[in-house]
């Protein structure tokens, strides 16, 4: 952020040699406020600014250190408030996990009973507590706010919707049933952007920034409410102090139904070296603030309080003992200010193997001293862990009771802010009526069916109406599938489409429920006991027990849905955790059972034991038996089809049988030798990405495959054709420019490399370097019309570059260009098209090569039938923006080619436009006062 790279690392070698000499100096502390409150310090009302000074004041150095400290009280015993008194500090604890507190109780545990102990725990806190000091509880919340509560699609698939208003509303029903259930801080969202190789991938919004951030904000937005408090004064730098003070600013909207979102995980984990999990990561500055560190500085606009540190290293300096990043670029640059810092699991011991502290203590002077607020502690002896050492640092001089003040005045500002101080013990056991409530799931059903991506479809295989009951379609209309002997045959195949063969179905037996997910409740909070086809719904950190009734299988909705109307046989066939070969006698079975049914339906996809923390791969292709399975399955559906057009008498009488695939993935897939099969719509009639859709998702899967729902979700990837194309052109941020050594030919119609537009790329010798499917694509049983895009300055920046109004009315959220594109529905059936917006900068005027085009605006715009509009789309100052040749984060002028269209392949429509100088400094000027960048 306008240091060169030679200062950079003067700035950071000082940082990383001498962590006593980081300290930053004394201050007062005034932390900005929702209101007034109570205290034993203070009867009258005071501001909470004051109320958390005189607090820190009065506190011991021991109680002080208490307040850095989140523990896991029940990790290592029976969680009975017995057990508790013991293992909390007697000088009180700054936060709970509450995600133990209840886990332990075991699956299918009464959400009443969890809140009851929880109320225990900060009874028995408080009680023994000097200062009266309540806890925080902290809880998971990237797609589910309680146990027993609604369980939303999971982050990825979140994403697949391209749908702020829908993800904000998700963040509000997962802050309302969090803070029903005793929660008062969540671990969400999760805006890395993570190599397709990494186990938590599903964790993630999307691979592309843009969306990244817009989807991460709105979340932001949602959990907390809206951000009250203003920009900082222009050019200001964070102190060490707060952002603002009184009761002008708030860190929620509402303490009783929003919740402190603590975002993770800071900065860019999701980079980490060969997609390992907590791997090395090895990235440039430029694409550090380019890609990964654009969604923390949407975030932090929009008022985050809170986040995660990641497990890797920045720079090659591990993150938690990283003050640049955290204090320089996120608390001062990016106006993050006195948000709560929060380790990974036992991230600041991990500093001494890392070989940047020599013992734990001066570990905890590292992450002191980077301004690291709270030390998650969890499932190992305290005695290990950072802060429980740093008395002794402070008796080592390597830490000053001023930084632990500092940190212990953030923590308690939050309490403040949610109401702890003033209802500390969660008294309305009747508001736990809201988990689950009916509009909640129908919200989490709606976000299910947009998330739903179909990716192929060849000749209209799908819908597949006439499966429907209630099915009043004309012959013309109808699946051409032979009724003369009855109901529709459809065979289920594949490990996560049933759970047994009770309700299944099935002609061969289900294994036993899952055995091999993670132990530990406190690392990925899946109980054990879930079998795969009801874990591969909700994915891993869900607050889910396991309940059928909640999560259903496709199996159990088909039966359910479709009654009389279909005969269904459910077959297991293989799964992803056999290995490559799998069961041959199953794979056989299920291929002849498909031969012999009229629609095939086969669920692939990734288990909680190929995609969760932990679980990378070194390939993306389908895992375990599932390449072979789908061999088996299409080659004999095709037999099938070949054999019964030359039985029939007539083309017109052939009912050719459907192979429909259904993906449960917990990252992009690739098919191996199959990627034909797929992308050349052979044997493989139609595919469609379901991630992990939630408590819903066996529904919407079936609502787009027979055409009571529309599909409209995207790819918010591009999907690689092979693990070697990681890094490569297929990705959204990289993709190909002219240049280089290829150039730009003259002859482009016999050169192989180059398109029709004349942009010539690299490519394999063994295969295209193109993405199996690019980033944006989805269809849709509409068709959608393009015409007459045009592209134009804003107003709103052309008064300003005509000096008409004060910069310091603008942020980073100011339109810069105005966007309209007609787009008519030609299909006969309605809805919902996402409209994308990317622009393209032939000549810059900095000397940095830019991505050839990236997404600058998109917008969801429903279509009845034979219907058009008109779509606006504006295009963000920050959106617009990057970063020049001197690291300053800035609009530049020129001209600038915007293209619009249903995905990143299609980029033929669009329109140019100038910025002037005079437009692109007034842009500029509006992102300083958001950041000092």
């Known amino acids: 952020f306008g240091v060169s790279a030679m200062a950079w690392w003067v700035v950071v070698g000082m940082v990383i040699t001498s962590a006593a000499g980081c300290h930053p100096a004394p201050h007062t502390p005034t932390v900005g406020t929702r209101g007034r409150v109570t205290s034993p310090l203070a009867p009258e009302l005071n501001p909470i600014p004051e109320r958390v000074a005189a607090m820190v004041q009065k506190m011991s150095l021991e109680e002080l250190v208490a307040q850095t400290f989140l523990r896991y009280p029940c990790s290592t015993g029976p969680c009975v408030p017995e057990a508790l008194n013991g293992s909390l500090n007697a000088t009180g604890v700054g936060t709970v996990s509450i995600r133990v507190v209840t886990d332990t109780s075991g699956p299918g545990s009464s959400a009443l009973a969890a809140l009851r102990l929880r109320n225990a725990v900060q009874s028995s806190l408080v009680a023994t507590s000097r200062l009266k000091v309540p806890a925080s509880f902290e809880e998971e919340g990237l797609h589910c706010g309680a146990w027993g509560g609604t369980i939303f699609p999971g982050a990825i698939g979140l994403g697949a919707t391209w749908n702020e208003g829908l993800v904000r509303e998700v963040g509000e029903i997962i802050a309302l049933e969090a803070r029903a259930a005793g ?122 309080r809170g986040l995660m540190v990641a497990h890797s290293t920045t720079l090659d300096i591990p993150n938690h003992a990283n003050r640049w990043l955290i204090n320089d670029v996120m608390r001062d640059a990016f106006g993050f200010g006195d948000g709560i810092v929060l380790t990974d699991d036992n991230n600041i011991a991990n500093l001494v193997p890392w070989g940047v502290a020599a013992n734990i203590s001066h570990a905890a002077a590292r992450a002191m001293a980077a301004t690291v607020d709270v030390d998650l502690q969890g499932g190992v002896e305290p005695t290990s862990l950072g802060y429980t050492h740093l008395l002794q640092a402070v008796a080592e001089g390597t830490v000053t009771r001023q930084q632990i003040e500092a940190a212990a005045t953030r923590v308690l500002a939050a309490k403040f802010a949610a109401g702890l101080f003033d209802d500390p013990v969660a008294t309305d056991e009747g508001r736990l009526a809201l988990l689950g409530a009916p509009s909640h799931v129908a919200l989490a059903c709606r976000a299910a069916s947009e998330g739903i991506v179909l990716v192929t479809n060849t000749h209209g295989a799908l819908p597949l109406t006439d499966l429907l009951p209630s099915a009043r379609t004309s012959e013309a209309q109808k699946v051409h599938i032979d009724r003369t002997s009855g109901a529709i045959k459809v065979a289920v195949i594949g490990e996560l489409s049933a759970c047994d063969s009770s309700s299944g179905g099935g002609t061969s037996p289900q294994p036993p429920v899952s055995t091999q997910h993670r132990t530990d409740h406190v690392a990925d ?95 993306l292709d389908l895992a375990g038996s599932q390449l072979a399975l789908l061999a088996a399955v299409a080659s004999k559906v095709k037999a099938a089809n070949v054999a019964g057009k030359a039985d029939a008498a007539s083309a017109l009488a052939f009912s050719p049988k459907k192979l429909i695939v259904v993906l449960l993935p917990g990252r992009p897939s690739t098919f191996g030798w199959l990627n034909t099969a797929i992308e050349a719509e052979a ?72 398109d029709a537009a004349g942009h010539c790329f690299s490519r394999y010798v063994d295969q295209s370097a193109s993405p199996l499917f690019p980033f944006g694509h989805g269809l849709s049983y509409a068709t959608y019309r393009y015409q007459t895009v045009t592209a134009a300055i804003s107003p709103a920046v052309a008064m300003l570059a005509q000096s008409r109004v004060a910069a310091a009315e603008c942020g980073p959220e100011m339109p810069v260009l105005t966007i309209t594109v007609d787009v008519a529905n030609i299909g006969a059936v309605d809805g919902t098209e996402i409209v994308q917006a990317y622009a393209h900068d032939p000549l810059g005027t900095s000397l940095i090569v830019r991505m050839w085009k990236r997404l600058v605006a998109f917008a969801r715009v429903p279509l009845k039938a034979a219907a058009h509009t008109t779509v606006t789309m504006n295009v963000t100052v920050d959106d617009l923006a990057t970063f020049d040749d001197t690291m300053h984060l800035r609009v530049e002028a020129g001209v600038f080619w915007i293209s619009v269209g249903n995905s990143s392949a299609f980029d033929i429509l669009g329109a140019n436009i100038t910025v002037t100088s005079e437009a692109a400094a007034a842009a500029t000027a509006c992102l300083q006062n958001a950041y000092r960048l």
């Not at 194309?725 to 050594?741: D, E, F, K, T």
Request: charged content about 15%; some cysteine.
């Open 183 to 304: 929660v008062d801080t969540v671990y969400a969202p999760e805006v890395n952007m993570f190599d397709p190789r990494s186990g938590r991938y599903c964790e993630g919004i999307s691979e592309d920034p843009t969306l990244t951030s817009r989807l991460g904000a709105a979340m932001v937005v949602g959990l907390q409410g809206p951000r009250i408090q203003g920009p900082r004064a222009r050019g200001a730098r964070y102190s060490g102090g707060t952002t603002c003070a009184g009761a002008a600013c708030t860190y929620l909207g509402n303490s009783t139904v929003n919740v402190i979102a603590l975002a993770k995980h800071y900065a860019q984990y999701g980079a980490d070296g060969g997609g390992l999990n907590a791997a090395p990561t090895d990235v440039s500055n430029r694409t550090l603030f380019e890609v990964y560190l654009k969604p923390w500085r949407a975030m932090a606009s929009v008022g985050l």
């Open 525 to 619: 909070p899946m109980p054990r006991g879930v079998c795969p086809a009801r874990a591969a719904m909700v994915g891993p950190y869900t607050l889910y027990n396991g309940s059928a009734t909640t999560v259903p299988t496709i199996v159990e909705m088909m039966r359910t849905r479709l009654g009389p109307s279909a005969a269904i046989t459910s077959v297991r066939g293989g799964g992803p955790d056999e290995t490559a070969l799998g069961n041959t006698t199953a794979i056989a079975a299920a291929a002849n059972a498909a031969a012999l049914s009229d629609i095939t339906v086969l669920v692939l996809g990734d288990s909680m034991s190929t995609a969760r923390e932990g679980a990378d791969r070194d390939t």
């Open 683 to 754: 044997g493989v009639d139609a595919v469609v990405v379901a991630w992990r859709p939630g408590q819903c998702g066996a529904a919407a899967i079936l609502d787009v495959l027979t055409g009571s729902v529309n599909p409209s979700g995207k790819l918010n990837q591009a999907w690689p054709r092979s693990v070697g194309a990681i890094g490569g052109s297929a990705s959204p941020w990289l993709q190909r420019r002219p240049g280089g050594w290829m150039g730009v030919h003259d002859d482009v119609t016999h050169n192989p490399n180059c």
